[in-house]
Each structure stands twice: as structure tokens, then as C-alpha cells.
């Protein structure tokens, strides 16, 4: 469990010390190739603390024929093969932005998400999460038969390989900053028998000089961690066939206002965002107030409170906008894109429903902007919508 949230529990006094008593203890007997018996448990109790492959000599760790101990190993062997694949990834393009460089510098130190399997769907099926009845794009197979598929921002690969897995004949290209966490969704999909995506290591600011073009483009919590995120988003305009469909997630400034007014104590602190300063801020009242009503709802109910990674991303991210809905409709009237809808649950669309009357037009972003004025947490993760080239 401490290696899956990242070690997210602050240490106790008195722990760094013993931890680095232990580590060096464990290091010895790696070196001179006598673990002993103990050693299997104090191995158990360092990888409480940290991974197992940041010992010196973690290569010689076996499981001495402990059947328990293999899934303890096992954080190694995904180690040692996310290294190999990371060196075999190439760049289409320098990362150049300073923007882009911390963001980077960010998610090679802390790639997010971390997980581990998806949904069980049968391979070559619609996804679900695409067959929204109240999404109509002027092409109604696009989502049934498009040719190339590019998911921009794709991060350790939950949605390429979601998406390749029900697009087995399509190319799908996924693009990231961050080599760590594009040799994460390698083995991921090295893992599933996912063989259609062509991961590439670059900076999304580049395809703006592209040739290339796709019809189902996918861009999901991206564009609001760039500094310039229209510069972002005109870029994969750019890439996007001309019959094509887009697929955007924004942060919502009305369903992130606990998370701002936490930005700002944190600026005010002055803190870094090195990991142990994470750690203590999320158990610190003065800036996650969990007695707060509003903020436990905010924060209790977020998977990224569980995680460092998570928390991280969620709190310290190192470049972050949000938007309202009428921005995001200046956007796309600049990029001369029709809103085509929410990409939402049932369950919002019948609330929506259920207020704005059985007619409202969910193409239209102003009937969206009026339903959230009342319901400000109703697009508490992002808002997901789709939107296509005007005719």
C-alpha cells in the first residue's frame, strides 16, 4: 500500500534516521551476497518507507523462494523494465518552453497517474464513455471508423491504450513530455498485448510545424498546464482533420475554488514543491483544512488526496489555469470550433434535463454555463466536452 500511494505518509521523528541505518544495513548485505534470513524482513520493512530499487544493489534481490515476497519484488521488475524502455524512446522535438521544461521536470519526478488495470470491456467495442446519445458530431461514424487517432498529453497511458483497445485496427499516436511517464504506458501496454500505439517523447507546442493529421484528437487535463494553453490548443487545431472531432478536459475555476484558495496559502508560504514539503502540506490544517465541510467534500472525495503523485498534480502543480464555460466558448470561436457538447454521465444529463427543460440544446455552452452557476460542483473533475470544425 506505502508503494502504490508513493510513500505519501510524512516520517515520523527519528525515522529518516533509523531509515538510513537500515538502508545501509540492507546495502551491505547486498554487496557481499548475503542477505540472511532477516533480510527478507527488513527489506519488507524498508519498502514500507521507499522502493526497493533505491537501494545500491537492488539488482541481486531475489525472492530466496518466498512466495510472499514476490509481489514486494515485483516494483522492481516493473522498475527494470520501464529503464529499458525508457531508453529506447526518441524525440520528435526539443522541449524548449520554460513552461513546458518544469512541467516536464515535474512528471519525470512524479508521473501520474500510477494505476495498474481498466475497464473490462471487450476489445474492438465502442468504448462507453463514446456512446453518448446526446453528443452529435456532424459525422455520426466518425466514432465508429476513424483512421488515426492522437491522444496529446497522454501521460503513464490510461487513455491510448483504453483507446487502442477498442480501435485494435487504428493507429493511435500518444504524445508526452515526460520520458518517465511514456516508459510507464509502454509497459502498461506492453503488459495488455497492446500493439496499435506509436508513443512519441515531445512537446505539443511543436505539432503547430506538423503535417500529420488525425481524425479523433484527445487532449484530457493538458492545455490548462501550459502557459500559453491556446498556443497549445492551436497546435492540435493544427493536426486535426478537417472532418474531424476533438475530445478537450478543462479545469473548471468554479469546481476548483478549495484548490485555489489552497494555491494561494502555499504561495503566500513560500513553500517548494520538493516531496517532503508535499507530504506535511496535505496533513497541514492551515492549508487543507479537512474540518472544513466544503473542503473534506473537495478533497476526501478525490482519489488524488491518496497519492503523492496525485496530490501533487492536485495542489502543487507547477503551472495551472482554469476556465469557465464562456471562456472556454471565446476559445473555440477563436478556433473557429463548434461545441458539440458535454461528454458527462447520465446522471448530470438528467439533472440538466430536469432544470433546463427536456428542449435544452446541449450544443449550446451558454445553457451549460447557467446550469453550473447553480450546481458549482457539478464538473468537480474537469469539464469533458467535444467540439468539431465548423462547416
Known sequence: QCFLNEYIFPLEVGDRELLAELKGELERRLESD?????????????????????????????????????????QCEDYAREMELRSSI??????????????????????????????RQADGTLPQTFVNPYIKLADPDLLHHPKRILVAGCGTGQQPIFIARFYPDVEVTALDLSRTSLAYAMRKAEEMGVENIRFRHGDI???????????????????????????GWRALRHVLAEAGAMSIALYSS???????????????????????TIRAARLDKA????????????????????????????????QEHGYTLPEIGACLDELR???????????????????RGRDAAVDDISQW???????????????????????
Open 34 to 74: 548475503s542477505l540472511g534470513d532477516d533480510g527478507y524482513v527488513m527489506l519488507s520493512i524498508y519498502a514500507l518507507y521507499a522502493p526497493l530499487y533505491s537501494l545500491r544493489g537492488w539488482e541481486r534481490i531475489d525472492t530466496g523462494g518466498r512466495e510472499l515476497f514476490m509481489g514486494i519484488l515485483a
Open 90 to 119: 526518441s524525440s520528435f522535438s526539443a522541449i524548449t518552453d520554460k513552461v513546458s521544461m518544469a512541467v516536464q521536470a515535474q512528471y519525470e519526478e512524479s508521473p501520474y497517474p500510477r494505476w495498474f488495470v481498466l475497464d
Open 205 to 231: 507546442l511543436e505539432l503547430a510545424d506538423s503535417d500529420e493529421r488525425y481524425d479523433l484528437v484527445f487532449c484530457s487535463g493538458v492545455l490548462h498546464h501550459m502557459q500559453n494553453p491556446m498556443a
Open 254 to 276: 468554479h469546481a476548483r475554488s478549495v484548490i485555489y484558495e489552497a494555491r494561494e496559502k502555499i504561495a503566500a508560504l513560500g513553500l517548494d514543491d520538493d516531496l517532503d
Open 287 to 318: 492549508i487543507i483544512n479537512t474540518d472544513d465541510e466544503k473542503v473534506a467534500r473537495f478533497m476526501l472525495k478525490s482519489l488524488d488526496y491518496f497519492s503523492l503523485s496525485g496530490f501533487r498534480d492536485l495542489v502543487f502543480h507547477r
Open 337 to 355: 470550433l463548434r461545441f458539440v457538447g458535454i461528454d458527462y454521465t447520465p446522471a448530470l444529463y438528467a439533472r440538466f434535463f430536469a432544470e
Open 369 to 391: 454555463d447557467a446550469f453550473e452557476l447553480k450546481h458549482p460542483d457539478a464538473f468537480v473533475g474537469m469539464y469533458s466536452f467535444w467540439c468539431e470544425p465548423l462547416a
